[in-house]
């Protein structure tokens, strides 16, 4: 079982930036494939950015791409979505989720498929972004 602990989230003017961790509690971090999906008010959750630990595999959903960069750190047992070019619509609570690769498609395929949240089985806490105009 994996653990995952969320933070970075916060109050950003349009325009800012932030940056998200999310830290796992595994000796086999380079195992897992590893995203972001973010849940604002009254609607789905929807994926934003998704890593494969072991070769750096990343992919990203059209609203997010050219802003949004995500990355990992095997030493550390943590990934990181480096957030610029804030607006309002990406205000939203963030979850990291993650699950075993070898279970998985690459990422580009996962974010593809039908609600791509239920292929992770682990999931963080939540952090909150709000981005204000």
């Known amino acids: 079982e994996v653990q995952l602990q969320a933070s970075g989230g916060g109050l950003v003017q349009a325009g800012g930036s932030l940056r998200l961790s999310c830290a796992a509690s595994?000796?086999?971090?380079?195992?897992?494939?590893i995203a972001w999906f973010r849940q604002a008010p009254g609607k789905e959750r929807e994926g934003v950015a998704c890593?494969?630990?072991?070769?750096?595999?990343?992919y990203y959903v059209d609203s997010v791409k050219g802003r949004f960069t995500m990355s990992s750190d095997g030493a550390k047992a943590t990934v990181y979505l480096q957030m610029n070019s804030l607006n309002p619509g990406d205000t939203a609570v963030y979850y990291c989720?993650?699950?075993?690769?070898?279970?998985?498609?690459?990422?580009?395929?996962?974010?593809?498929?039908?609600?791509?949240?239920?292929?992770?089985?682990?999931w963080g806490q939540g952090t909150q972004v709000t981005v204000s105009s």
């Open positions: 989720a993650a699950a075993e690769r070898r279970s998985l498609p690459t990422p580009r395929l996962i974010f593809k498929t039908p609600r791509p949240s239920r292929r992770f089985e682990y």
């Open positions: 890593i494969r630990c072991g070769d750096q595999n990343t």
């Open positions: 595994t000796a086999s971090f380079d195992d897992y494939t």
